[in-house]
């Protein structure tokens, strides 16, 4: 049994901790997520894989080592409705829609109808004060995205991490809104070949 | 000699997210298309890594007939 050679990727989750530690210190960070936005969707229409899932996913490995190398989760089965295509496509609906509105406050902000404001909303609830992450310099519009994109990311991974600590490492993977989005794109994009393998396997 | 216990997918709840990928010792194991992980029969020994690593727990270890 050979042991796997380490390649640069194996080392995205010093991002991906670097960015939710540099929210704290700087709000406008957050924009740094919008790669991990674009990056999974572009590889998916262009390539038609799961590539970023599969090896360039920071958080995924630092779900893998904190559940993993430190020992932190349960590692049990993740509950049955959680790999439902319904909950998935639930939760990405769901998760799309408070984009959509995170989105509208943006525009509020910049049409001047609300003012900006320097909290990071937790589990679409929980408004938590955020002042210090912020000294001003960019334009209300533009400080009010990265307040609500940080947000999005957080929260993502509180969930991530509570279901790394109940069921497996990696059991955020079975609901990730990006994940179910670029798998679908490949469904789509690869119908041919799925077919043929089916009607090969059969 | 590989054993006769090998690997099967759930296709179906597959997220190919590829952690099986990653910790097969053998490389036994690949994202078809990016929806659905397959297993090469052939070289899958059976040591159930993927079946452990695997966050939906679609991966299951059984005899092959």
């Known amino acids: 049994m050979k042991k796997q050679k380490k390649h640069w990727n194996d080392y995205l989750y010093i991002f991906s901790a670097a960015y939710l530690i540099l929210g704290f210190f700087n709000i406008l960070f957050a924009y740094l997520g919008l790669i991990c936005f674009f990056t999974p969707l572009a590889v998916a229409v262009i390539g038609g894989s799961k590539a970023y899932c599969n090896r360039y996913c920071g958080r995924g490995q630092l779900f893998s080592i904190l559940g993993d190398k430190l020992g932190l989760s349960a590692k049990k089965d993740v509950p049955k409705f959680i790999k439902s295509k319904y909950f998935r496509y639930g939760f990405l609906i769901f998760f799309l829609v408070m984009f959509i509105n995170m989105l509208f406050n943006t525009y509020l902000v910049f049409s001047g109808a609300r003012d900006m404001k320097e909290v990071v909303t937790l589990l679409w609830t929980f408004k938590a004060p955020w002042k210090w992450a912020y000294s001003g310099g960019a334009a209300p519009a533009v400080a009010q995205f990265a307040f609500g994109f940080y947000s999005i990311m957080l929260t993502s991974t509180i969930l991530g991490i509570i279901t790394m600590l109940l069921f497996k490492p990696r059991s955020w993977c079975v609901y990730c809104p990006m994940g179910t989005m670029t798998q679908t794109v490949c469904a789509i994009r690869n119908r041919g070949k799925i077919k043929a393998y089916e009607e090969n396997s059969k | ?65």
């Not at chain 2, 759930?10 to 990928?21: A, E, L, P, T, Y």
């Not at chain 2, 020994?45 to 679609?58: D, E, H, L, Y």
């Open chain 2, 1 to 65: 000699m590989a054993s006769k216990r090998k690997a099967f997918v759930d296709k179906k709840h597959c997220v190919s997210c590829g952690c099986c990928v990653k910790v097969c010792p053998i490389s036994a194991i690949s994202i078809y298309c990016g929806v659905f992980a397959v297993v090469e029969s052939q070289k899958c020994v059976g040591c159930g890594m993927c079946a452990k690593a695997c966050p939906a727990s679609v991966i299951e270890i059984k005899e092959a007939q």
